[in-house]
């Protein structure tokens, strides 16, 4: 049994040493001078004026997060449709399942006015 993990083994060790071997060939190459300019933050070219320190509603994150959520899940409506009529009834109910839950989601994204953009 230890025969069919040893290729996993091997490929996580050789995955593990390449990175570190990366990240230490980097720091070994890496220029060390700093200055003023190259420490200066950038914003455009121009200095800023005035409060930089800008709050974002978190309502924004949500409404993306929702997206995100929503898009990826429809995609596992794709590969069901294509196979619709070779899976059965089995299938057809889970699908039903799975959209309810979608559905119940969406629902409380709304509720809670994860939709609105304000």
Do not use: H
């Amino acid at each position: 049994m230890t025969n069919q993990f040893a290729g996993i083994g091997v490929f996580f060790l050789v995955a593990l040493i390449f990175g570190i071997a990366a990240i230490a060939t980097a720091r070994l190459i890496n220029p060390k001078r700093p200055n003023p300019i190259k420490q200066d933050t950038y914003e455009c070219g121009l200095k800023t004026e005035g409060e930089t320190w800008v709050q974002f509603r978190s309502q924004y994150f949500l409404y993306g997060l929702v997206f995100v959520a929503f898009d990826v899940e429809c995609v596992f409506l794709y590969p069901w449709a294509v196979k619709f009529q070779s899976l059965g009834l089995f299938a057809f109910i889970e699908m039903i399942i799975f959209i309810a839950i979608l559905l119940l989601g969406l629902w409380y994204a709304w509720k809670e006015g994860a939709l609105e953009w304000v």
